[in-house]
């Protein structure tokens, strides 16, 4: 398996979605007809895909997002904040003035629930581009968080003929997702992620596992998360916070994941639970602070 050499940063390549996060702070999610003010407002590019990229980027990393934003004002807001966290996106909706996908969140101070209104990827195809071979060889590692289903499988298939790991953020089950685990190797997926015929995470470990990605885990909140893989499994226990915030704390965890997977060479049990151990630390920081930037300026 590729890895980086010493003398230089990781680079990950992460494909998938990117939105405008529009968060509010709320005392409870209002009712029908009901107007609330909000306490306090995050507008700021988010996504799974942007979320880990630039949390891999926070970490150390060489963070590159293959994602669609087009050029609509909304979408020049989305860009210009992945820039200044020193996120390249490589936007193949460049052309595009359609609004990029907008995200409507309200977070509930007391609990740090949220509830996410978004379009995500509906709508929008996007095709792999020219150079996308060259674009994958020139990374170290490679993440995806589903969506585009086109792209991710052709990016994920140039990654396996590369030799670069993949790892999928299993948020939910979608279309294409069977084709896209053909060139997973490392899965860690939410307690909502269901394939057919699966009931509960010990199903979903057994499925990822029949279908070839040789590492698996289920993030169940502040739970322990399970985990399978070089014939073994067990438990890593999530660190203990008061919780401000949950918004993004998946994506925070699949970035800080793929950082240090992308410096292993040959994954083993003590490697890949140490990775989510130390991710669910990074994912448990961000839990603590409202919104999906601030635990970044609090290290």
Known sequence: MHRPTNSRRPVGLFVGLCTLDVVQLVDHVPDSNEKLTAREQVVAAGGPAANAAVTFGHL??????LTGIGAHPLGVVVTEDLARLGVDVVDLAAGSVEP???SSILVTASSGDRAVASTNAVGRSLSPPDGLDALVA???IVEFDGHNRE??????RAARAAGRRTVLDGGSWKPGTEELLASIDVAVCSADFRPPGTEGPEDVLRFLRER???WSAVSRGERPILWAG???SGTVEVPAVRVADTLGAGDVLHGALTHHLAVQ???NVDGFTEALREAAVVASRACASFGTRAWMRER
């Not at 150390?60 to 997002?65: D, K």
């Not at 792209?151 to 994920?156: D, E, F, I």
């Open 60 to 65: 150390g990393g060489t963070a590159r997002l």
């Open 100 to 102: 990029p996908a907008v």
């Open 138 to 140: 020139d990374c170290d």
């Open 151 to 156: 792209l991710a499988v052709a990016t994920a």
């Open 212 to 214: 070839g990605v040789a």
């Open 230 to 232: 070089g014939d073994g």
């Open 265 to 267: 060479g040959e994954l």
